[in-house]
């Protein structure tokens, strides 16, 4: 099951923790969850409100002191410990720490400081760090890795923090969101938090969502009264269109041993590139050199990329992502007199339009009657 996330009015922890209670996560089952933090000072509260005449999922942490600025600040090492030394799931964990290292590097990168030495402010504070524990528990329960969301709705003002005031949005939110693309809503008033910017970071994935099937709807409830509702609209989907693009990368060197070719090509697959091709040329000041085209996966960009830098001697690379149009493909057993052979076919608006005996499988033949594949080909 996938998730689709309607950002109409921004995203924030409750919100989001409010529509996934909403899409069927049992609330006692959370409840129970994130009494496993061993974290004491707050209880949580879920309700359904009425928002424009819709029902959604309220979600609320309280906390022993309703004043944020004398909140502990926990420190990024004291999170993850605590969160470790709990007895929640290795998911769970392992959701809810990636959230916060996203959180950490976004901050630090704001403060020019170290990860490891930055102490929480807001996010540090006993309401967040349940914000972000109990929605890893939701996306565990509901067993969704990765989601999707739409367009970021913008929005202005300045808001007062641990720090001062300080415009909005906040400087973690533009770091968190750097490369999604917002709609020019011109809102007075603060729609993303830190909170809500790190899932979308470190779970989601900005598109926009063609063919689908609902399954299922869940509305989480902001907590200000505002013009618009304030709601963040959860959907439940499958049958979301297939990723029909890849990234090209591509590099030239005129430096290298050809005898690297060949690991080189090795490791990339290995990270996941989908096809390696070398290719051969005149370079500049009349050298030979080769220009190397790898296509892959957007999840395996980042360790394609290192795989270059470390077995070749480029010292850059272009990449761009491209559309493409994919045959179906299936592999079946066919029975021959040299026993079975594994044929891959594609398939065209549910034809077989070709039909290849995959060489692994004639190979193994061949050595084992030992005959040529050349004789086993001409008897198929």
């Known amino acids: 099951m996938k998730l689709y996330l309607d950002l109409f009015s921004g995203i924030s922890g409750d919100m989001l923790c409010g529509a996934l209670l ?197 509305y989480g409830c902001g907590k200000r009264k505002i013009q618009r509702g304030n709601y963040l609209r959860a959907f439940l989907i499958d049958n979301i269109e297939k990723e029909n693009s890849v990234f090209d990368i591509e590099f030239n060197v005129d430096d290298m041993s050809p005898e690297l070719h060949e690991p080189l090509m090795k490791v990339l697959y290995e990270k996941g590139a989908l096809d390696v091709m070398i290719f051969s040329g005149m370079m500049k000041k009349g050298r030979l050199g080769v220009l190397v085209k790898v296509l892959c996966n957007e999840k395996d960009l980042d360790a394609i990329g290192e795989a270059i830098f470390l077995n070749s001697t480029t010292i850059g690379l272009r990449y761009c992502k491209k559309d493409r149009v994919c045959l179906e493909r299936r592999w079946v057993t066919y029975p021959s007199e040299f026993g079975d052979i594994e044929y891959k076919e594609t398939l065209y608006k549910g034809k077989v339009i070709n039909s290849k005996p995959e060489f692994e499988c004639l190979k193994t033949l061949s050595e084992k009657h030992s005959v040529s594949v050349k004789e086993i080909l001409s008897k198929l």
């Open 22 to 218: 909403k899409l069927g996560v049992p609330f006692e089952y959370l409840k129970c969850e994130l009494e496993k933090l061993n974290l004491d000072g707050y209880k949580i509260e879920y309700k359904t409100s009425e928002i424009n005449g819709i029902g959604c999922g309220d979600f609320n942490v309280v906390t022993d002191n309703t004043d944020h600025t004398h909140h502990n600040h926990n420190s990024l090492k004291e999170i993850i410990e605590m969160i470790d030394n709990s007895s929640l799931s290795e998911s769970v964990k392992e959701r809810a720490v990636k959230v916060f290292n996203t959180l950490a590097e976004a901050e630090a990168k704001v403060h020019n400081i170290d990860p490891n030495k930055l102490h929480f402010h807001e996010v540090g504070a006993v309401d967040s760090i349940v914000d972000i524990v109990g929605v890893s528990v939701c996306l565990d329960y509901l067993k969704i890795d990765k989601f999707f969301f739409g367009d970021l709705p913008s929005f202005r003002g300045e808001i007062k923090c641990s720090h001062g005031i300080i415009p909005l949005p906040g400087p973690a939110v533009c770091e968190l969101t750097l490369g999604m693309k917002w709609n020019d809503l011109n809102f007075e008033g603060e729609l993303i938090t830190p909170t809500g910017a790190a899932f979308l970071k470190a779970f989601g994935k900005q598109r926009k969502v063609g063919d689908m099937t609902l399954n299922k709807v869940g």
